[in-house]
Structure formats: C-alpha cells, structure tokens
C-alpha cells in the first residue's frame, strides 16, 4: 500500500535537510534583502543590470532551497518605495525583467506547487505587469507548496499608514469600535495577513539596516548580516545562514527560551 502523500513529503523534506542542520528546527517563515546586485556586476566590471540578472538567479535558488528544505514561506524585498528614485533606465530594465521572470517561470512555480503573492502598491507598477501579477497570483493560489512572497514597491511604513487608514474609515462609518482596535486587527490590515511573521531576516553584502522592510513582521525576527552579494548566495551560505539561526536563544522577551521545534 502506498503511503499517504503528507508522509512521503515529510520523509522527503528529512532526508533533503542539509548534514549539521536540524530539520525540526528550521525557520517556517524566512525574509530576505536581496542587496549587492550593483555591486556585484561592478566588481565584475559588468553593467548594472547583468547584477540584477544574476540576482534572479541567485533568488530562484533559494527559493528551491527553502522548498527542497522544508521552509513553508519566503519574503523578499524585490523593489522598495524608494527604489523609483534610481536612474530611470535601470527602474525600466527592472520592470522589464519582472515581467520576462513572471512569464517565463510561472509554468515552473505551477509545477512545484509555489503559490506565488506580490506585496506593496501595486497600482504604481506598468499596466503589463500588473496584468501579469494578477495573472500568477490567481493562477497559484491553489497551490500548496511554499509560500513565495514578492515586495514590489513596497515600503514598510507605507504599509502602516495604509493599515491604519483602513481601520479609521471603518471606525469613522461605525463599523468598528476604536477601544477594540488590537495588535491581531492592525496585522490583518497588512499586505502580509495571511501569513505568518518571518522568524529569520537574511541581509546580503552587509549592511546593517533593514530598510524599511516588515517593520511590523520582524519585530521579534532572528536578523542575519553575511557579506556575500546576493547573486553569490548560494546553498553553503544558506546553510551558514540557518545554522546561525538554529544556535540562537529565542526568548521573545521573556526569560526562558521558548521552543523551536516546528
């Protein structure tokens, strides 16, 4: 008799774990500034935007990895509010490459069962690629693999503000009492109220700053700064990255550690 297809998957996400690594203690939900991409091309004495090409690479990686892993969810931070006041030809090469990215993976994320989510304003993005995002959003989200959520223009204190605008109209039309107003109702507020809050933050080429991203979500976030650019993240500086995690003591707070095991 075959077993039942959540064994076979468990049994799989055991034996793909990484030697030196707990399976039973990996991040359910990881964030990720996927910075150096500039930099990594002018070292290569390359333009720009072949940075930004390899980074796509680097992103698609991960994104395997965290599914072959077993992690249920992956934030990135693919283009902020403050990302439009870079030179105008990168921010249209960066467009452009979005949407050839969605077209020509959304067949691939179908087949490993990716559901895919794009946060942040997305009526400022081309018309196109608007289309092209609605399109793989409903087209996946059925899916029930890995959790890939993609920030796009967004800026996490735009993300506040808008929260807290919705829950004034509804307490200005009477719809909601503002004393019962708690930290459950302003998070079902934000672009990220269907999941759960990242319990890891990777950074590449280290900076030390979390620039504007999840402000809410990473309040009590493990935070990772590794110098690797982002288009040389790969499986051996993931790894370092979750071994790190797996040594920390997480209290939230609190005096006692509390239990990792996920």
Known sequence: MNQPTSINN????????????????????????????????????????????????????????????????????????????????????????FERVLQRELEALQEEQVRIKFLGDLEALPARLQVLIAEATESTALNTGIHFNVCTNYGGRRELVLAAQKLAERSAIGELDPALIDENLFAAELFTASEEDPDLLIRTSGEMRVSNFLLWQLAYAEIYICDVLWPDFDATAFREALADFQSRCRRFGGLDPVPTDF
């Not at 030697?19 to 500034?33: C, E, K, T, Y």
């Not at 996927?34 to 698609?60: I, Q, Y």
């Open 10 to 97: 468990e049994q799989s996400r055991l034996s793909a774990c990484p030697i030196g690594l707990d399976p039973h203690r990996m991040p359910r939900h990881i964030a990720v500034i996927m910075d150096g991409n500039g930099r990594w091309a002018k070292a290569k004495g390359l333009p720009r935007v072949m940075g930004h090409r390899a980074g796509v690479e680097a992103l698609k990686r991960t994104l395997r990895l965290c599914s072959d892993w077993g992690i249920k969810a992956l934030t990135v931070y693919a283009f902020s509010t403050e990302n439009w006041t870079r030179p105008g030809d990168e921010v249209k090469f960066l467009m452009a490459l």
